[in-house]
């Protein structure tokens, strides 16, 4: 059986593992997001649209004056959206 000094430092050491995890797995998202921006800005039936959220802050704010990042665009100001074209056979056909 464990001792509670064993316990803790094995405690301890996951939760670092998992710290180190987080920060690599936000390192990959933000990767991903510079990414799908690149590709997102190349393609002609992409559109940026300033955030219908925060109005192209990034920010919004709380009932107490606060301001919190858009949970819309996350602090981008802008959103991607497919560019809308009607067709004889339908819209976006």
Sequence with gaps: MKTLEELQDQLKSLIRKRD?????????????????DQIYEKDPMRVRVRC????????????????????????KKYNW?????????????
């Design 81 to 93: 959206m497919n560019l809308y074209v009607e067709s004889k056979t339908g819209p976006n056909k």
């Design 20 to 36: 180190k995890q987080l920060i690599d797995i936000n390192k990959s998202q933000e990767e991903i997001n510079n990414l799908l």
């Design 52 to 75: 219908i959220q925060c109005n192209g802050l990034g920010y919004i704010k709380d009932n107490n004056d606060k301001k919190k990042i858009c949970n819309i665009c996350g602090g």
